[in-house]
């Protein structure tokens, strides 16, 4: 701790009590509050309403504790595509006491392997689909053991072997919660470290005054939930202030643009790649329900942020560094 800087926090909102589960905060309190029946996760094959996805992690930490003999400060890879089970997966972990470390899914063996050894992983779960390459690196970690594939795979017989109530870990609000990995664009990955309250301060900065979300918002974007850039914008801020977020599993320009349409997305989370693709496809779209725009992951250019401007009538936020600062 000594090594620790030196934070300070005066914002009212920043100030945490010293027992936190971030979990507890995003999920239990909402059910607390009365949220239960409103929808908090939209998906491409299910919906989950917020007692939904409270009974669904409660059973995920239940396996992971009972189970897998999982306790708190172990770490847990995830590996899938956006989808409300891996929403759930990574709330079951903060709620068990876990270490989450998000990975992205189009990272191979080699990649894994680095990122696990790092990280000092020992469970993991796994989209069924993905699986062939972390099973790779797994064995030169010499630690990942317990690889529990989901989505037609080990974890969905789990949960019905165990019960759908379970006690938040009374971790501290400076326990680490996520491990999340940079790029490696200067050398190999290096893993920044987020307590349960970063994982809050994130929204209650970012998400309370720069984006004002509201409960009746609806998040939508591209970026996986295993980069930072996604999980603090299409989970965490959304269920912070007790929203819906959609996510989406194969994104391509017109998929996003027809999920905006549908569920009336008013905040859009994507990189100005994206940005750039959109604007060509807005004549067939119907993209009113936006509000606020959001722009991370590479460098924005100018004419990207005026072309978008000139297109809808909103000018882009330009985000850079949630790896490092969790947004």
Not at 172 to 198: I, Q
């Amino acid at each position: 701790r000594e090594q620790w800087p030196e934070f300070r926090f005066d914002l009212p909102e920043l100030q945490y009590p010293q027992r936190l589960n971030c979990a507890t905060v995003l999920l239990d309190d909402a059910i607390a509050e009365g949220h239960g029946q409103r929808v908090a996760v939209y998906g491409t094959h299910e919906q989950l309403t917020y007692a939904a996805l409270q009974e669904r992690v409660n059973r995920i930490a239940n396996v992971l504790v009972q189970q897998l003999g999982l306790v708190p400060g172990n770490r847990v890879l995830l590996r899938g595509a956006n989808t409300p089970m891996l929403a759930a997966l990574w709330l079951a972990v903060m709620k068990a006491g876990g270490i989450a470390v998000t990975t992205m899914p189009m990272l191979r063996a080699g990649e894994l392997s680095k990122v696990a050894i790092k990280a000092e992983v020992e469970f993991a779960f796994c989209d069924a689909t993905l699986v062939e390459e972390l099973q790779a690196a797994a064995k030169s970690t010499g630690r990942l053991n317990r690889i529990v594939p989901y989505g037609g795979g080990d974890l969905e017989p789990r949960l019905q072997q165990v019960s759908a109530d379970f006690a938040a870990a009374p971790t501290a609000s400076d326990d680490v919660c996520l491990l999340a990995f940079t790029s490696g664009t200067t050398g190999n990955p290096k893993a920044t470290m987020h307590f349960h309250r970063d994982v809050l301060a994130m929204a209650d900065v970012v998400g309370r005054h720069l984006l004002e979300t509201q409960a009746d918002d609806i998040h939508i974007g591209s970026p996986p939930l295993g980069f930072t850039f996604g999980l603090g914008a299409l989970l965490v801020f959304p269920l912070r202030f007790r929203a819906a977020t959609v996510l989406i599993e194969q994104v391509t320009p017109d998929a996003l643009l027809a999920a905006i349409a549908r569920f009336r997305a008013t905040c859009l989370f994507t990189a100005p790649t994206m940005y750039r693709a959109l604007a060509t496809r807005l004549a067939d779209h119907d993209l009113s329900s936006l509000r606020k725009c959001v722009s991370a992951g590479e460098a924005l250019p100018k004419a990207t942020s005026d072309l978008w401007h000139a297109k809808t009538g909103i000018r882009l936020i330009d985000g850079i560094g949630a790896t490092e600062m969790i947004h």
